[in-house]
DNA sequence: CAAATTTTTGACCGGTTGGACAAACGTTAG
DNA sequence: CTAACGTTTGTCCAACCGGTCAAAAATTTG
């Protein structure tokens, strides 16, 4: 009779553990296709396979369920950025993490249209987190691409705005991907456009940062 | 007693006429920023300045006023791309694209975010323009930019991707204003930020798209 | 002006939604 | 076995939401 899911000290039964994975993993699918307000707690709880007053006693409010889902996001979402390194060579580190936000945009669309969701609609629940993680993190990297530039290992432009244009451009396959197939079509537009935008992207990213003369 | 707002001659008085007007400006600003399910009627009709029951003399449904909103976003939104003409300079007309579609980013954000939260959600009611009008004009537009390539004119990469790369980077700074502003800060995040996206697109664009040697 | 027509409004309705609650059911430890 | 604790469910509720309707108010027309 305790209850009490979400304490302080959230001592977690094994249960619990296993059923709040289940109700995250269906809310993902739901949130991210019908965003936060054109989702309901039914369809969630369907999707997980339970009713609503079960769901409802693993997370208290509709909320918490979009809150925790979008605290887990936030950390695998920026790890690329995390990962790019002063250490390596720049274009090689330029491409790995082109490629590798790409890759999450092909392995994890749901993730992408939630976070794009949210940022659509003014981000009122991560506005703190985009003024100060993120901000913080971007400010940090794009030092880095600006000492790259300065020693000459690759053309001199604007490192946030690049930074921005590689998120635009990856994440449009995730977030935009009904256009990009119904575009590209039957042919073009099935597994292998992952491939062809990897390619793409590679040549007017990478071709384009190297270095003049 | 006629009350048929919406026959098949749609024979409109001034009055109608004005407040349709009136009820697609706010529900553009209500439905950029809420999505469709998000909105409700009584905040369009709040934000036309009238009663629910009023609105919905001039548009019988809700779904009428998305509808009527999204067929006049459609033309106005394709626009820049039909302007694309294979008989001008080929740079240069790339050139004035990406500077006429960062433009509508800046000058429409709230179309620009009502068309990307279609898109989202599956595009469940612009399917069949996608599939029809849009992949056939960006088909066309896309044989131009091969067959400047084929002249040599422009460097060789693929003129599908490369339409997805300017619409998701320029589209970028409308649907993920709050983030753009967040991230560069009060300092560069003021109006300044959209003729530095500019200066860095063409930079990206053109410069990757000139001729080798 | 007066009749006809258009516009506006308040009251109302049925369905949905987020959430509360207590009782029933299951599980586990002593 | 049994008491304590964890889990599940049916029922219920108040708020909200899209939409209707009839009647009042305003406007247009003759």
């Given at each position: 009779m305790t209850g009490a899911v979400e304490g302080s000290a959230p001592r977690r039964t094994r249960i619990q553990l296993e059923k709040r994975e289940l109700i995250l993993e269906a809310a993902l699918e739901v949130f991210s296709t019908n965003g936060f307000r054109g989702s309901t707690i039914d369809q969630i709880a369907e999707a997980a396979g339970m009713s609503k007053p079960n769901l409802l006693y693993y997370f208290r409010r509709k909320e918490d369920i979009h809150e925790t889902l979008m605290q887990r996001l936030l950390d695998t979402w920026l790890a690329p950025l995390r990962e790019?390194?002063?250490?390596?060579d720049p274009l090689t580190e330029l491409r790995s993490y082109i490629r590798r936000k790409l890759e999450m945009a092909r392995d994890f669309p749901r993730e992408s249209r939630l976070f794009a969701n949210e940022i659509l609609q003014g981000a009122p629940r991560i506005m703190p987190m985009l003024e100060g993680e993120l901000k913080t993190l971007v400010d940090e990297k794009a030092n880095v691409i600006k000492a790259w530039m300065r020693a000459g290992k690759i053309a001199r432009t604007d490192p946030w705005h690049l930074i921005f244009s590689i998120w635009a451009t990856t994440q449009h396959y995730a977030d935009f991907d009904v256009q990009v197939r119904a575009v590209l079509g039957p042919d073009r537009g099935g597994d292998g456009r992952f491939e062809d935008a990897a390619r793409f992207l590679e040549q007017l990213f990478i071709d384009g940062l190297k270095p003049k003369g």
């Open positions: 790019l390194d002063d250490i390596g």
